[in-house]
T-cell receptor
C-alpha cells in the first residue's frame, strides 16, 4: 500500500538555522508528492509539490526534490524564521483529483529568536 | 488561490445531539471532497471520500450511520455527526479537489467539543 514516513519531532531551531525534515514514501507507480503546513489552530496549506521524479518544488524559501531512487522528498530551508513555526506534513497522492492524500504523521517545528 | 470554507469553525454541543459541518469550495467546482479527522498532535485520518451526486466512500472503521456525508452540489459537502458523544470531539477538516492540476485545497477546520 501507500505510506509516508517523516521524521518525528518536535524540532527546535534557532532563527536563521538550516532546516531539514526528512520524508520517505512507499507507493506503487508514480505518486505526486506534497508538503503541507499547519499553523496553530488552522487548517492545512499547500506549501509545495512535485509531480514527477527529479522535480523540485519550492515556495517561501522552502524546497524539496522528488528523489525516486531513494523514495524521498525531504523538506529544506536555508534560514528559518520564527514565523515558520508550525507543523509540517509530507503527503503523497497516487492518482488523480478524486484520490485522497496519504499523510505522514507530521513534524512540529519551533523556531526561537 | 482556491478557497475552501468550513462552517462552523468551532462548535460545542451536548452529548446525544447532532452537529452539521459544512464545507464549501468558494471559487471552483469540486467533484470530489474529502473529510479528515485530526486528533491533538496527530496526523490527519481520512474518514471518507465524497463525490457529488453519489454516496460517500467511507474508510474502514468509520461508521457511515454516525458520520453522514452529503455532497449535494459541486460546491458543498456536509458532514453530520449524529448522536455525538465526547469521544467524537476532534478537529474535522475537509478538502476539495479542483483547478487544472486537481490540487487539494483544505478548509480551515472545525473544532468539535462534545460535553
Amino acid at each position: 500500500g501507500n505510506s509516508v514516513t517523516q521524521m518525528e519531532g518536535p524540532v527546535t531551531l534557532s532563527e536563521e538555522a538550516f532546516l531539514t525534515i526528512n520524508c520517505t514514501y512507499t507507493a506503487t507507480g508514480y505518486p505526486s508528492l506534497f508538503w503541507y503546513v499547519q499553523y496553530p489552530g488552522e487548517g492545512l496549506q499547500l506549501l509545495l509539490k512535485a509531480t514527477k521524479a527529479d522535480d523540485k518544488g519550492s515556495n517561501k524559501g522552502f524546497e524539496a526534490t522528488y528523489r525516486k531512487e531513494t523514495t524521498s522528498f525531504h523538506l529544506e530551508k536555508g534560514s528559518v524564521q520564527v514565523s515558520d513555526s508550525a507543523v509540517y506534513f509530507c503527503a503523497l497522492r497516487n492518482g488523480g483529483g478524486n484520490t485522497p492524500l496519504v499523510f505522514g504523521k507530521g513534524t512540529r517545528l519551533s523556531v526561537i529568536a | 488561490g482556491a478557497v475552501v470554507s468550513q462552517h462552523p469553525s468551532r462548535v460545542i454541543c451536548k452529548s446525544g445531539t447532532s452537529v452539521k459541518i459544512e464545507c464549501r469550495s468558494l471559487d471552483f467546482q469540486a467533484t470530489t471532497m474529502f473529510w479528515y479527522r485530526q486528533f491533538p498532535k496527530q496526523s490527519l485520518m481520512l474518514m471518507a471520500t465524497s463525490n457529488e451526486g453519489s454516496k460517500a466512500t467511507y474508510e474502514q472503521g468509520v461508521e457511515k450511520d454516525k458520520f453522514l456525508i452529503n455532497h449535494a452540489s459541486l460546491t458543498l459537502s456536509t458532514l453530520t455527526v449524529t448522536s455525538a458523544h465526547p469521544e467524537d470531539s476532534s478537529f474535522y477538516i475537509c478538502s476539495a479537489s479542483g483547478g487544472p492540476f486537481e490540487t487539494q485545497y483544505f478548509g480551515p477546520g472545525t473544532r468539535l467539543l462534545v460535553l
